[in-house]
């Protein structure tokens, strides 16, 4: 236990360097940096003109009414930043890196592989712009609903994020683990990708059918549908319970197809 | 016509290169499904909760349609070219376009439209594909008038957007690095051309600005008047509006351009 809490906080003081070093390069190019946040905003513009179109509609979709969606859509916002600036960015490079053989100097540093090929780099624009947006709405949206500012509503709403990040992180690192067998894997990783999307809305608003799925099959929905529905009350026990053991199925699962992956590189440039 | 020539040329050569990335573009294809599954599903959902059967001016059918079309038509008139003006720039190619007998803007728009072909020929498949289950299944009509100053306009919007990038491509020449501008200028024009939400959507006065801006002469419009909302006065109407902004940003682009070429520095050549 003490080996493991030593290994979690080197990695955790390694992980501050990685954050300070991506915004020391980042900040060298500034006007990428400022064209990063253009895009961004850009996005950002497009996910809230569902938010006016949800608003000016003035409907209550299947118990939801439009400051809940708010809600929902402000979660979606916020972990967009989270999985835009801290995963995509590094998931995006993990190919090249098994592509090329740039993955060899990672294998010979003291840390684990994984946490420095898929963590290393951080995104301050992406990420800045998102969930301060995100924040914003889900502000507004919980004062608006009148939703009790406990501990309890805070303190599950926040730890449902933190779940929703490590979901993320290993839902969407996996169709990226095949890179170790297939050189080129950018076409399934740009259909993965617009998965994220399916969240852009609550999944209240799809079949009951494609809400299982989405829940039990390709866990897509927990991810941003299960913080909102934890503050709103709307959480049966079946997706807590759930939501409790998903991430550490995943994690498993990424561990073992990842361990899988490393044995089968091969140094592809060398 | 020997001038005539090397456009066919650079068409042709746009036309093999889009075929060579078929694939590409396939999966282009169903990573733009999903924007319209999710806005289905947003739509029913909000007219199924309505108590009124028409909501900013379309039925429940009529903004379903809409959407599809949406889809289909902002993938026709998409342009992508400014990346490869922005490689350009950025490495120095742009030098030879400056010594050889080719004019650089014709050039672009041969290529452009080269490589379009394919696709936009594919998704016009699928578009009438789309018009004939509306038309079996919902019961809505076309009028073959309709569809004539659909295939009109349609060419104009390709028209009008691939100016309006040109210009926009300019900003190569004082930014180098300019990839992630671009994208977010494609996004915010997707959303002001109709490409996500019907214009309406968004009020009378937000419809009132876009009818004086060009973005909706990209979708919207040939939407619109392919679905039989926009005919008559108001249809020449438009294409008079799209052909002003098509000799607008023509010339916009040509003076960008003149003052683009004097900043150039050739980099990488």
Known sequence: MRNLLRELKKHFLIYILFVKNSIMAQMEYRFNFIGNLAMESGYLLVKLSYVMVVYRSNVTINGLTPDAILLFIGTFVALTGVYAGMFMINMYGLRNKIKDGDLDIILTKPVSVQFMATLRQVDLGLFSVDVIAGAVMVIIAWNRLGIPVTFLTIGGYLGFIALS???????????????FWLMNTSAIAEITDSFWDFNNMPMDIYTNWIKQIGVFVLPIFVITNFPPMFALGKMPPAYMAWALVLPFILLAVVRAAWSKGLRSYSSASS | MRWLKKYTQSFLLGFETALEYRANFLLSLVSAAYPIFIQTFLWTAIYN?????????????????????????????????????????????????????????????????????????????????????????????????????????????????????????????????????????????????????????????????????????????????????????????????????????????????????????????
């Open chain 2, 49 to 269: 909760a309505s108590s009124e059967g028409d909501l900013y001016g379309y039925t429940f059918r009529q903004m379903i349609a809409y959407t599809f079309m949406a889809g289909l038509i902002t993938r026709i008139v998409r342009s992508g070219f400014e990346y490869e003006i922005m490689n350009d720039v950025k490495s120095g190619k742009y030098s030879k376009f400056m010594v050889q007998p080719v004019g650089y803007f014709a050039y672009r728009l041969a290529s452009f439209f080269g490589n379009k072909l394919p696709g936009q020929l594919m998704i016009l498949g699928i578009l009438v594909v789309l018009l004939a289950g509306l038309s079996v299944f919902w019961g809505l009509t076309f009028q073959l008038a309709s569809i004539l100053a659909f295939l009109v306009t349609l060419l104009l919007a390709v028209m009008l957007n691939f100016l309006i990038f040109y210009c926009v491509s300019a900003i190569s020449f004082w930014i180098i690095e300019v990839g992630f501008l671009f994208e977010a200028i494609r996004i915010i024009t997707v959303l002001l051309s109709g490409g996500i939400f019907p214009l309406e959507v968004f009020g009378e006065r937000f419809v009132q600005v876009m009818n004086i801006l060009p973005f909706k002469y990209t979708v919207n419009y040939p939407i619109n008047v392919l679905t039989g909302k926009i005919t008559g006065a108001e249809l020449f109407q438009g294409l008079g509006i799209q052909c002003l902004w098509i000799g607008l940003t023509y010339i916009l682009a040509n003076l960008l351009w003149r003052v683009g070429n004097r900043r150039y520095v050739a980099v990488g050549g």
């Open chain 1, 165 to 179: 990040c490590v979901v993320s992180y290993c839902l969407f690192l996996l169709p990226q683990i095949l890179s």
